[in-house]
């Protein structure tokens, strides 16, 4: 009996080791899965915090970047002051340090520089008065002086900024570029839309890659009390400055929202041959992209016009204001002969051109006629001599793009009116390849388009091209910059060639 009894104690201990033994194996187990998950959590929210931190210094980068592009248009625009001009602006600097202190004017505005990591927000207010000596623009039957200049003010009591601002009509509204240079070395660009007695930012940046948020007033209680508002919205500001989640309701479809268009226009065949030799290229140029277009990108709606009269070359344009709307993207192609005169002016010939300049079409009164066509982007791409005509400043540094869908965010958001030429300045360029039937300009844009495989921007294209054309012991550079006559529709997007995903 007892020996029985010490056999079931041993068992009993045994038992009992053995489950507290496994208890405090199940206990260590789970505090390492416990710790697993803490470390993989945290590895997460480093990873987390590495990503918004590299997003944010692109952003800077991206906003040092339109920042110095702005600067550099601005400078065709933004006159020389008069003395008298001068010494009024002086005069302001040093009054109205407080808001509700300013004078009358016709427009006051608010903004804040939001702030990168480890900076305060700075907030920044003013007023602006139209130049009497600028020149005038009519809009809604009303004419108004296309230039303002202005004085700001930061909020710390003391900074002083001058403000000088560029308007004019676009789609019924008014648009317009701003660049504001403070004391203290803080420069601030923006591009803003006018409607009614409000103007609100669409695009702001500092010269130091911060975003800049601001608006117009015809009031100055409006002005006022958005002031108040963007300081009471610190905080928000703070977070907004992070890149938002891609999960959120709100955020940008990377979709198009609008129709695609495209008018292409190839002149092989000229009356006057003594004066005009018939090229080669246009024609297959024009066929084989349009062909790619319909198939591949499904535009909405492609023309093609051969040997085009100019005054079918102005009919063709005159359709399109009656056709595409302000969110659609229109794609114009031109390949032909080109000429200048002795005013640098760029001209296409039409196929009853002769020598005379005046039967020929003058491609900068061409581009003003692209004011009334309500598209979100307009891309000219000119296939012919002294093509680089058409604008007098160009984009010369290469970017370095990537896939990241930001980048084709941004350039659906804002409004895009460029032009990429086969050749600059006033540059010959050749008809056609030896031995072959395509342009060496088309041929690569075909090229293009045929291996790309998601969105292709029209910089993009620009540098591939010019790739393409190294090596080739032809000297033709391709060049892509802002149509001129059209620099204030321009806010920096582009015009995205997007393959619609197959249903």
Known sequence: ????????????????????????????????????????????????????????????????????????????????????????????????????????????????????????PIYLYGYVNADSKSKKFEL???????????????????????????????????????????????????????????????????????????????????????????????????????????NKKDDIIIEPKGKYYALIIANSTYDDNKTWSNLISPSYDAKAIKGILDKKYKFHKTWLIENASRTEIYEEFEKLKSVVTEKDYLLIYYSGHGQTDINNVAYWVPKEGNDKYYTWVDVNALTNTLENIKAKHILFMIDSCYSGLTFKSQNTKDKDFTNDQAVIEEALLYYSRKVLTSGTGKKRVLDNIPGENHSLFAKSFIKELNENKGNLLAEQVWQRLKYHHKGKNIKQVPAFGTIDALSLADSNGDFVFHLPKKK
């Open 140 to 246: 809604n039957n009303m004419s108004y002086y296309s230039k303002s200049d202005g004085i700001g003010f930061l909020d710390d009591g003391k900074t002083t900024c001058q403000v000088d601002s560029q308007i004019g009509a676009f789609f019924g509204d008014m648009m317009g570029k701003v660049v504001v240079k403070c004391k203290n070395n803080l420069e601030m660009t923006g591009t803003f839309i006018q409607t009614k007695d409000k103007g609100k930012g669409i695009e702001g940046e500092t010269n130091k890659g911060n975003n800049v948020e601001f608006e117009f007033y015809t009031s100055k209680n409006d002005a006022i009390a958005k002031l108040v508002l963007y300081e009471a919205d610190t905080k928000t500001l703070m977070t907004s400055s992070l890149p938002s989640s891609r």
């Open 1 to 120: 009996m007892l020996k029985t009894v010490k056999a079931l104690l041993i068992i009993l201990f045994i038992s009992t080791f053995s489950l507290q033994a496994n208890s405090e194996t199940s206990w260590i187990t789970k505090k390492d899965k416990t710790k697993k998950t803490l470390v993989k959590k945290t590895e997460t929210e480093s990873k987390k915090n590495e990503w918004i931190k590299k997003k944010k210094k692109e952003e800077v980068k991206k906003n040092k970047e339109k920042f110095k592009e702005k600067i550099k248009e601005s400078k065709s625009w933004i006159t020389k002051k008069s003395k008298e001009k001068i010494k009024d602006i002086k005069e302001n600097l040093k009054k109205y340090k407080n808001i509700d202190s300013l004078p009358k004017a016709e427009f006051y505005f608010a903004a804040v520089v939001e702030p990168k990591e480890n900076e305060e």
